[in-house]
């Protein structure tokens, strides 16, 4: 008797470990629509929350970030693709920085799927990357965004009035700085 219950209890516990990634979000955030409700920790680094333009409290949600349009990255740091465009992302980042028009208005954040704050943290190291990155080691934030594959880009243009849409979602490594830039510029009504 006792070992028939194991079993069942075994049978239910795979059972709702393979229904339960169903009952998130089944596709990425489409353009034109609204980011799930992601949360994430404010940064402790003064210069990573001072560039966000977060005040004190312990998380914020993208729409929060002080900016007209937040380009977030989803990576791994296992993904090959994700090493590989790490220096056209540092590129983009000074791209914006160095352009007064951009700056402040267009910031860049990025979110490690699967990966621990450890693992964020090499990956940031190795590869110098400017600008914050969020670890999400249980998954809970790729749920969210419709378990994408990496890595993965997706751009909000942030409204006056603290509402936001989504203006660009898409699989794969840019192709090519300047392009992906000018999209985003056009998307968003910058230029």
Known sequence: MKRKTILWIWVLLGVLLFTLPAAAASSP???GGVLPGISLPTPRDSAEKK????SGSDHFKIPEIGATV?????FSMYCPYCQAEAPSVNSLYARIENDPALKGRIKLIGIGVGNSQFEVELFKKKYAI???LFADGDFAIHAMVGEVRTPYFIAVKINRDGTHR???SKLG??????L???SIIKL???K
């Open 130 to 132: 400017p600008f914050p």
């Open 173 to 178: 490594r840019m192709e090519g700085v300047d």
């Open 180 to 182: 992906f830039l000018a």
């Open 166 to 168: 989504v203006i660009y």
């Open 188 to 190: 968003a009504g910058l």
């Open 70 to 74: 937040v380009i977030i990255e989803i």
């Open 51 to 54: 560039y966000l333009g977060l």
């Open 29 to 31: 955030p489409a353009v």
